[in-house]
Nanobody, 117 residues
Framework: QVQLVESGGGLVQAGGSLRLSCTAS????????MGWYRQAPGKQRELVAS???????NYADSVKGRFTISRDNAKNTAYLQMNGLKPEDTAVYYC???????????WGQGTQVTVSS
């Protein structure tokens, strides 16, 4: 079993910044992928950014240059630094982790990010 606890969401004006944190506990494989997904009302959940335990990162085109994912592997913690926020970034943001060789993700409870115009 894997548990994920997210924090850092909130309300911010357009152009502002937020930093999300996610700490994983339980059965965590040393070789893993941690990611941030988001789901806006009426839309499908989408990948925002991911990072392997080896430091390989991947970003959605819509957030490239504005968001940065980072990790502290010793703490099983991932961060998502979000700069230049736009109203279209408003969503529930979910942290997720999976073993590098696996396909299924374990999910956090989600944290709301609201960007006002």
């Amino acid at each position: 079993q894997v548990q994920l606890v997210e924090s850092g969401g909130g309300l911010v004006q357009a152009g502002g910044s937020l930093r999300l944190s996610c700490t994983a506990s339980g059965r965590i494989f040393s070789s893993n992928v941690m990611g941030w997904y988001r789901q806006a009302p009426g839309k499908q959940r989408e990948l925002v950014a991911s990072s392997t335990s080896g430091g390989v990162t991947n970003y959605a085109d819509s957030v490239k240059g504005r968001f940065t994912i980072s990790r502290d592997n010793a703490k099983n913690t991932a961060y998502l630094q979000m700069n230049g926020l736009k109203p279209e970034d408003t969503a529930v943001y979910y942290c997720a982790v999976r073993a590098a060789a696996a396909f299924s993700w374990s999910w956090g409870q989600g944290t709301q990010v609201t960007v006002s115009s």
